[in-house]
């Protein structure tokens, strides 16, 4: 940006989050700027249309009071940004930046534009090593990499956030070594907010943990700001400053909300379902944001909360999301009203990096068909149920049934782990011994040599019967 | 330098006055001088799409036109590279500006610090016009590439000689004073002249038995591959890249992840050509425009590949075109059409959405190149689509298959099964069939066309009878019936699913597909005798033909007759324990 500071008296109209400007000059495209109104405190905005005849700015802060003939519009001259640094860890701030922990504003180690710029293809490195989260149906069948960006899609009133927040405390990278986090919320209650916060106290991990907060109650507007605000945080932990960074968003469909009203506001032609038709470029300016650098040793791993309307996958804002990041984990409302815990429906879930991150030296050499197995029996085994549901468990064959008990096994046992933490090695053997009550026919995806192993090591230590 | 002057910015397009310019034309915007196409011209307002980050750019900053529209920079070297959607190399743009992608840094296609060996072809004093091959040079290791007169120039060489020369080195003249060079360019909108379209029987070979089998596309041909996320179109246009029967592969990734270009770009430069012994990456060409990259640059991305395609077939060579995905280009142009305010058509996509894509994939094609001597060269492309909701009646979809020839729809359900590749085989066609048929037979087996009907109307039978099991149980089935699950089962589950990350089931040579398919069939039609014979259900045992399949699929190719041999025993024996 070339320009300096100007100061325009008074507005030509707001409207919503909207602010408009006539005739100003050396206007920049995502300028910062300071809409002063007396008795008010200073609003900050962004312009996003810049026009000799019209200026529209998007304002980052609540527009209630504000009076366009009153104000004064200070343009900076300079993009949006942020303090970054080290001594952002430990802190809690708004969904605009500020401190909200009643401590001074961190010094940091530099500014940072909010928007990010796109990293090099070329640059990027490919993510491969495993993330034990200590959920068996992630860690199993849909295994998270360190670098990934994995969205939970959950629904209006499943634990999504969590199931989140379980990944926070269990998580643990390849050597051992613990997670920064850096966690936006994003519209939701204050009371998730404050269950989700004190769970991460609560594990110790606090002083390793940066918040932005935009709750409920918070402006709108806000909502657009706090996931960049996290983002770039979480880019200077990671690529600056070399640690391994997780970061949640909860709740990408408030952030998608908040998109479309200003959508509105600025009278576009909507795409489906009324959300901008550029919410996939835009949703993709911030999942992109995830990843590894080539010699650079840090990484970015993201969680997106999204809560489908309606629990439908295909609703843009999950669709979109899906289309963006490497797999999803998808909530059951159905295993999560029998009880199961946490209610993950492996058969829709997906990790697209699974494969770059297991397998010898990085879990177990047979993880793969083990894991493929598990899915083709429950798979078989649902679909076995719902037959069932109209010709009676009698009308199955053989191996339907067998295969409907393993579904049942599977959610209870497997699935419906409660709030232990497994190992992965604790995993595996849970799955195994699902596997076993199968015989060999039942098995299609075991290689012969996988399967004669596992009968060897059951002979040389026979499993306890696991208590009932 | 011009006076005109930047009088609005709005997200990726720019709005410059006065300014006289052509549709099209090139502009340089702003002080950082960003690049940009001018889109429409209103009185003396010119409207520009911008290909870089446009965050910053100020009212009042100056804009020159180029007097050029963008075109590609189309030599050797192309060949291993990996261009943004505008054709500047990000590796060079790595090393001038970082890890992250700033505004204002360019880079030239080709790297004009390169020499190449050239061989002439033609002599001082000889008559040339427009696609005529110069001479050549070896670009990759065992590849020639022809170095051709530009379309629409003609003249008499007046110098032309042997040596090493870059890319903007002149090689020769002609006698109106053109000077001769290794590259030329040529606009990325205009499809490259012709001398004639020609009509094929050769397929494009996939090395996936699903498509080679079921669903085949002919060299030249046009194929739209929807399917909702995550439902393996990246898998199967990289798995294509690596293993499809072609010399040059350009794989466009258009506003899709950056992740999954870093996966070829890890496996490309290591993973060898069966056919001609050298890493893969040496036939391709990469050009990347990752969803958080600019739009506009994502709107011109499929035609650069298109022309660096054509470019190559003009060299008589048989080019195979992937693009991922157009669904992200459409939106790069409803992006746009929407900024321009323009009166949009359905979905919001702007009304010329169906004839651009017309004029996109028209642009397959075998041909027999301008020029001589004498060469034939094909375009195929395989485009996939990104339907929102994963539902095909969307406006992309509906436009692209009445134009493309085939279409390799992904099901969503078999995904979730984790049934790859999740073709659905029910609403899956393609016009290619019968016309690529006799190639099949000349060269796997002659009764190819036999089989593929058997197994298209096993395959229609077995869900027939899945609607009747889910209603009645399984159990109700009459005998046969229940076999013809039972084998329509092995079909799917091992004949038609594919892993691509097998190392010998990654690709299927055709030997390999017919072998699997011919068993099976045969495995088929001997239950079925049987079954008719009054032998019992209960007396015929699929587990080994099943397994001898399964181990034929994973066999290394130097070992599928020997498994051949031995899934053909296990097909003919499955009612033996009786018929003996
Ligand atoms: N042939 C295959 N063999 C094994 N796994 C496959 C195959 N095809 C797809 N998959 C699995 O499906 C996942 C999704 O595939 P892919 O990334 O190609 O989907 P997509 O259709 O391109 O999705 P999107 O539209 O979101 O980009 C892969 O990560 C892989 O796990
Ligand atoms: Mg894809």
């Not at chain 1, 300028?31 to 609003?43: H, L």
């Not at chain 1, 909010?114 to 992630?138: C, H, Q």
């Not at chain 2, 359900?413 to 085989?425: F, I, K």
Request: hydrophobic content about 40%.
């Amino acid at each position: 940006m070339t320009t300096f500071q100007r100061t325009y008296r008074g507005a030509h109209a707001a409207a919503g989050p909207l602010l408009f400007l006539q005739h100003a000059r050396r206007v920049a495209l995502g300028e910062r700027v300071v809409v002063r109104q007396e008795g008010q405190p200073d609003r900050r905005g962004q312009v996003i249309d810049a026009g000799e005849e019209r200026t529209v700015i998007q304002l980052l802060d609540d527009p209630v009071g504000l009076a366009p003939h009153r104000v004064e519009v200070i343009l900076t001259g300079e993009p949006v940004r942020t303090v970054v640094g080290r001594d952002l860890l430990g802190r809690a701030f708004s969904g605009h930046g500020a401190p909200v922990d009643g401590l001074p504003a961190p010094i940091g180690s530099t500014v940072r534009p909010v928007a990010g710029a796109p990293l090099n293809p070329v640059r990027r490195a490919k993510p491969s090593d495993f993330i034990e989260t200590g959920v068996s149906a992630i860690d199993a069948m849909n295994t998270l990499v360190r670098g990934q960006k994995l969205p939970v899609f959950s629904g209006p009133g499943l634990p999504g956030l969590d199931l989140a927040a379980r990944i926070v405390e269990g998580a643990r990278a390849p050597h051992g070594e613990a997670f920064a986090v850096v966690f936006a919320a994003v519209g939701i209650t204050a009371r998730e907010t404050q269950v989700f916060v004190d769970r991460i106290r609560a594990s110790g991990a606090m002083a390793r943990t940066v918040l932005y907060l935009n709750e409920a109650s918070h402006p709108s507007v806000e909502r657009l700001l706090a996931p960049r605000l996290a983002l770039t945080a979480a880019e200077y932990l990671a690529f600056d400053a070399g640690m391994q960074v997780l970061v949640v968003v909860a709740d990408m469909t408030h952030y998608c909300e908040a998109l479309r009203e200003l959508g509105t506001a600025r009278e576009e032609v909507p795409g489906r379902r009324g959300y901008p038709g550029y919410m996939y470029t835009d949703l993709a300016s911030l999942y992109e944001r995830a990843g590894i650098v080539k010699g650079r040793p840090g990484s970015i791993t993201l969680i997106p909360i999204v809560t489908m309307p309606d629990d439908d996958i295909t609703h843009p804002i999950p669709d979109l999301t899906g289309y963006i990041t490497e797999g999803q984990v998808v909530l059951s409302r159905e295993l999560h009203r029998r009880g199961i815990d946490p209610p993950i429906d492996v058969l829709p879930s997906l990790s697209r990096l699974m494969n770059s991150g297991i397998g010898e030296k990085r879990t177990w050499r047979d993880h793969r068909e083990w894991s493929d197995q598990l899915y083709a029996s429950y798979a078989r085994g649902r679909e076995a149920r719902s037959m069932a549901a109209i010709v009676g468990a009698g009308g199955l064959l053989p191996a339907d049934r067998r295969a409907l008990d393993f579904a049942d096994a599977f959610e209870a046992a497997f699935i419906g782990q409660g709030t232990a933490r497994r190992t992965i090695m604790e995993t595996a053997e849970a799955g195994w011994r699902l596997l076993d009550a199968l015989p060999r026919e039942d098995l299609a995806r075991l290689s012969d040599r996988a399967f004669q192993e596992r009968q060897a090591a059951r002979a040389a230590a026979p499993p306890e019967e696991p208590a009932p | 330098m011009s006076a005109a002057r930047i009088v609005r910015v709005a997200g990726a397009l720019v709005e410059a006055r006065p300014m006289e310019g052509a549709l099209y034309e090139l502009a340089y915007v702003g002080t950082r001088r960003l690049l940009g196409e001018i889109v429409r011209q209103v009185g003396d307002t010119a409207t520009i799409q911008v290909y870089e980050e446009t965050n910053g750019l100020a009212l009042g900053e100056p804009v020159d036109t180029a007097g050029t529209s963008l075109t590609a920079h189309l030599g050797p070297g192309l060949l291993g590279a990996v261009l943004d959607g505008t054709g500047r190399p990000l590796a060079r743009l790595a090393e001038a500006g970082g890890d992250f992608i700033g505004e204002g840094v360019s880079a030239p296609t080709l790297d004009p610090g390169r020499r190449w060996a050239f061989t002439p072809a033609v002599a001082a004093g000889t008559q040339v016009r427009g696609g005529d091959v110069l001479g050549t040079v070896e670009e990759t290791e065992g590849l020639t590439h022809a170095i051709l007169v530009p379309p629409r120039t003609c003249g008499t060489v007046t110098a032309i000689a042997a040596g090493e020369y870059s890319c903007e080195d002149t090689l020769g003249t002609l006698d109106d004073g053109t000077p001769l060079r290794l590259a030329h360019r040529w606009p990325i909108r205009v499809p490259r002249p012709i001398a004639a379209r020609l009509a094929t029987r050769r397929p494009f070979v996939t090395g996936q038995r699903v498509f080679d089998l079921l669903f085949p596309v002919a060299e030249g041909g046009a194929c739209a591959v929807p399917g909702g996320f995550g439902t393996g179109k990246t898998i199967i246009e990289q798995s294509l890249a690596r293993f499809a029967d072609a010399d040059i592969i350009v794989y466009v990734g258009c506003g899709e992840r950056g992740n999954e270009m870093t996966d070829v770009l890890t496996e490309f430069p290591a993973l060898v050509d069966p056919r001609t012994g050298r890493p893969v990456m040496d036939r391709s060409v990469l050009i990347v425009n990752t969803s958080n990259m600019p739009v506009a640059a994502r709107e011109a991305s499929i035609y650069l590949g298109v022309t660096v395609a054509e470019y190559y077939r003009d060299q008589g060579r048989r080019v195979a075109l992937m693009i991922d995905s157009t669904s992200r280009w459409a939106e790069a142009l409803r992006e746009m059409g929407a900024r321009l305010q323009e009166m949009p058509g359905e979905e919001g996509y702007p009304t010329y959405l169906a004839s651009r894509l017309s004029l996109f994939f028209e642009r397959a094609a075998v041909a027999r190149a301008q020029g001589a001597p004498e060469r034939e060269g094909a375009v195929t492309i395989i485009g996939a689509i990104s339907p929102p909701g994963g539902d095909f009646s969307e406006p992309v979809t509906q436009a692209s298959l009445r134009v493309t020839g085939a279409m390799w729809a992904l099901d969503a359900s078999l995904a979730q099964q984790r049934h790859y590749p999740a073709v659905d085989w029910d609403s899956s066609f393609s016009l290619y069939a019968d016309q690529v048929s006799p190639w099949f037979a000349e060269h796997a087996g002659r009764d190819w066309e036999e089989i593929r009907h058997y197994l298209i109307a096993l395959l229609q039978r077995e869900r027939e009878l899945r609607d009747i099991a889910s209603l009645v149980g399984p159990d109700a089935l009459e005998d046969e019936d229940r076999f013809v699950m039972n084998v329509a089962w092995i079909i799917r589950d091992v004949l038609l699913r594919q892993s691509a990350f097998h190392p010998h089931d990654a690709r299927s040579s055709i030997a390999k597909t017919y072998a699997m398919a011919s068993a099976a069939v045969l495995a088929a039609r001997t239950g079925r005798d049987a079954l008719a014979r009054g032998i019992p259900a209960a007396r015929l045992d699929l587990q080994g033909v099943r397994h001898a399949l399964s181990v034929l699929r994973d066999a290394p190719d130097d070992e599928v007759e020997v498994q051949a041999g031995r899934a053909v025993a296990a097909a003919t024996g499955i009612a033996s324990g009786v018929a003996r």
